[in-house]
């Protein structure tokens, strides 16, 4: 049997980044965006969890990652994503874009930097096939509308599904390649 090591206890961080990721994705289903707090205390935390870790002083052990490994992260995944949304915005949200770069504060908390860029582009551009494909299905089985309809158009909540397949990325990424392995 297939077990990830993601879910062994020194890993709790990143649960929580992960939860706090798929609370995001709710809360866009609910009001249609992603307040800035959400994001901010996300990175807050996620950072403070690994200066922690980084002083020997959070409780997870196992834990490699830590506050050079986290704001690494943070930089590449702002200086990779924010000119992405910048191409996209219409299609990628800046809230999703904040969230996921606040997701990589937790995942530097855990991994080391090779590792943690690894796995975080790697189950981001996960989340972003699985938010494509849900979109594209959820606008072939819409039904047509006349062009004086002038309803509003209900939004798909892109976050929900980039968090669902990040976390499912994650899960894959670890099965396929074990910490032992990089």
Do not use: H, Y
Request: glycine residues 10%.
């Amino acid at each position: 049997m297939l077990r990830s090591e993601l879910f062994d206890s020194g890993f709790w961080p990143l649960w929580v980044g992960a939860g706090l990721l798929m609370f995001a994705g709710l809360t866009t289903c609910v009001t249609g965006k992603i307040p800035n707090s959400i994001s901010l205390w996300t990175l807050l935390l996620g950072l403070t969890v690994a200066l922690l870790a980084s002083l020997d002083v959070e409780p997870a052990g196992g834990v490699a990652g830590g506050i050079g490994s986290s704001l690494l992260t943070v930089l590449v995944a702002a200086f990779l994503l924010i000119p992405l949304w910048s191409f996209a915005g219409d299609w990628i949200p800046g809230g999703t874009v904040k969230m996921q770069i606040a997701f990589a504060a937790w995942v530097g908390s855990v991994f080391p930097v090779a590792r943690s860029l690894a796995m975080l582009l790697g189950a981001t551009l996960f989340g972003v096939v699985v938010s494509t494909v849900v979109t594209a299905v959820t606008l072939k089985l819409a039904a047509p509308r006349s062009p004086d309809d002038d309803r509003p158009r209900r939004s798909i909540p892109i976050q929900l599904f980039i968090a669902a397949g990040t976390v499912a990325g994650l899960l894959i990424l670890t099965w396929i390649f074990p910490t032992r392995s990089m």
